[in-house]
Structure formats: C-alpha cells, structure tokens
C-alpha cells in the first residue's frame, strides 16, 4: 500500500492536465470580464441614445433677418446639445452653443438665405448621432 501510494506521489503526468484546466479556467474569467465590461459600455451609450428625443415644432423664414429659424423641444428623458445643422445636405452656421434640457424648447437659428418659394431640407445633429429633420418650403 505505501509503495502504491510513493509511487502515485511521484506520477508527473497528472500535473499537466491540472494545470492546463486551471489556465483554461483562467482565460474563461478574463474573457467574460471583457465581455461584461464591453456589454455594460454598449448598453449605456446605447440607452442614452434611446432617451434623446428631439422634435421640430415650427421653421420660420425670417424676411428681416434672412435667416431660418426652427423651434425645437425636448421629449426626451436626457438632455440634448446641437452638434451641426445641415440645409440641403451642406453644413451651415447656428446659434451656437445650443443645448436643451429636459422638457425644455427654444429656438434654434440657422445662418442661411432662402429663395420664396423653393423647397429646404433642414436635418439637424445632436452630439449623440440624433438626427431630426424634414422638407420645408419657405414662404
């Protein structure tokens, strides 16, 4: 019995087993930290992405000023800043910066002149990627 139980003490070849299972163990936790991590990151941002909601009211086409102006508001449960603003698909100058807060409107003031008459899509971006836009004819 001693001689048997000397000589399973002295048996390498159970060893590399053991320890490539811990190391396989090892890697698995370290893999499912990441994924945790990088799945709480994801879900975050894209829960923020789902709370901003923005939504034009009115665009008025300002004779005196040559401008465009759009009346935004918040409906959306986090707070949103205008990043660019866009008419016809080419980036233009605003009141800058703008930011509404939750439940909060205003207006937002677009440096462009407009022709009577002729159609204007106006697409406006949060820092979010939020885009809200239509087509508008001026007056």
């Known amino acids: 019995m ?14 590399t087993p053991v320890l490539s299972n811990i190391l396989l163990m090892v890697v698995a936790v370290g893999v499912m930290a990441i994924a945790t991590t990088a799945t709480y990151v994801i ?8 709370s901003e909601r923005v939504i034009v009211e009115d665009v008025w086409f300002n004779n005196s000023t040559g401008n465009i102006s759009v009346y935004l508001r918040n409906i959306g449960k986090i707070a949103i800043r205008v990043s660019a603003v866009y008419v016809n698909h080419t980036s233009q100058a605003f009141t800058n910066p703008f930011n509404l807060e939750i439940g909060k409107h205003g207006w937002l003031d677009i440096s ?13 971006v ?12 001026a007056p």
Do not use: P, Q
Not at 43 to 50: A, G, I, K, P, W
Not at 112 to 124: A, K, M
């Open 2 to 15: 001693r001689r048997m139980f000397m000589r399973f003490l002295c048996d390498k070849r159970a060893i």
């Open 43 to 50: 879900t975050t941002n894209l829960r923020e992405n789902m």
């Open 112 to 124: 462009h002149s407009w022709i009577s008459g002729n159609l204007y899509y106006i697409d406006i």
């Open 126 to 137: 949060t820092n979010r990627g939020t885009h809200v836009g239509g087509y508008y004819t």
